[in-house]
């Protein structure tokens, strides 16, 4: 499988956390705090790690969890874990 150039999954990733929580992408922005600005609960938190580790076949590390904080954070994360 070709691997994936950051900007796709940026794009990916948007959109995913868009059809999640119900916020149109062009309003997600890269540093907006998922709790604070967009209201997302720990059940929505779950889904999108859940959905990100589906999508990209990695695991996220329980001690990463909690910096699932903004799409930026997200980013970080899963480049990390993708380019292993």
């Keep these: 499988m070709p691997k ?7 794009k990916e ?3 995913l956390i868009s059809d999640i929580t119900e916020v149109p992408e062009k309003d997600l922005k890269e540093d907006a ?3 604070e600005d967009l209201g997302i ?3 929505m938190a779950l889904e999108i790690v ?7 076949k990695v695991v996220i590390p329980e001690d990463e969890i909690p910096n ?3 799409l930026a954070n997200v980013y970080q994360i899963l480049e990390k874990l993708i380019n292993k």
Excluded: C, G
């Design 4 to 10: 994936k150039t950051p900007e796709e999954i940026k």
């Design 13 to 15: 990733v948007r959109k």
């Design 33 to 35: 705090k998922f709790v």
């Design 41 to 43: 609960d720990s059940m």
């Design 50 to 56: 859940a959905s990100l580790e589906k999508k990209y």
């Design 68 to 70: 699932v904080r903004s």
